[in-house]
């Protein structure tokens, strides 16, 4: 804790971005055989703030591919963080959807191949389809940065599973991206189907905003016209 506090105090500089200046904060996540990371504090957080846990993706970030929605959900992310003065960015050094950089062009290329997707050319290559934990950024949340609520900004049940099992209630807010291109709306497909995730679109059963409570707040009779809870 100590060292945490340590890094607060001394990773704390002036960020601007968009024309617009906030306080940015810097902590370490060591790498526990999920990748480690960084934690990014915008601003003055308290609980209720918005979080983003974002697997790091070189290609859609820093290359600016348009295969794929991670570039546009950093962005959407951050701009959201801004507009709201204050919040979280987690990020994981997790390419590849944990198996690396050079699995992910493995995997690109066998699917240019197949025409598969890439989660069943992971298989076929002998990755996992999805090897990232999200365990180490959900009890940094809670135990470093001491939150015990926050928005989550996701359509990742993983990550919404990874948070209330740390303890923390969840409440989803969707990232809707407009897709770049054809292959960028095949694999939003492929999430649903493979993954399960609740990418926003008109088929979705998927609300504006969804609560998800603690398993220990899960069994409290629902609200009259509250927003429906996940268990």
């Known amino acids: 804790m100590t ?3 340590s890094d607060l105090a001394e990773a704390g500089h002036r960020f601007t971005r968009k024309g617009r200046d906030t306080r940015v904060r810097v902590i370490e996540l060591p790498d526990l055989g999920d990748g480690g990371g960084h934690i990014l504090v915008f601003g003055d957080i308290t609980d209720g703030c918005l979080v983003r846990v974002h697997s790091r993706c070189l290609y859609g970030e820093a290359l600016r591919s348009d295969d794929c929605d991670c570039g546009p959900e ?3 992310s951050l701009d959201m963080i801004q507009d709201a003065g204050s919040g979280v960015l987690v ?3 997790q390419e590849g959807r944990g198996a690396g950089l050079l699995a992910k062009a493995r995997g690109y290329l066998e699917s240019e191949r197949s025409g598969e997707d890439t989660f069943t050319s992971y298989e076929k290559l002998g990755y996992p389809p999805d090897a990232r934990s999200y ?3 959900a009890r940094a949340l809670f135990d470093v940065l001491n939150l ?8 990742n049940p993983a990550k919404m599973h990874a948070l209330r099992e740390a303890g923390l209630a969840v409440q989803v807010v969707p990232l809707v991206t407009e897709a770049l291109s054809q292959r960028a709306i095949d694999y939003l497909d492929a999430k649903r189907r493979r993954r399960r995730h609740w990418i926003p679109n008109g088929e979705s059963p998927w609300s504006a905003e969804q609560t998800i409570l603690p398993r220990s707040e899960a069994a409290e009779p629902p609200r009259e016209n509250a927003p429906p809870v996940l268990v």
């Open 3 to 5: 060292t945490v506090a």
């Open 74 to 76: 950093l962005d959407k």
């Open 91 to 93: 990020y994981l050094e």
């Open 135 to 137: 365990e180490q950024a």
């Open 148 to 155: 015990r609520s926050v928005q989550l900004l996701t359509n």
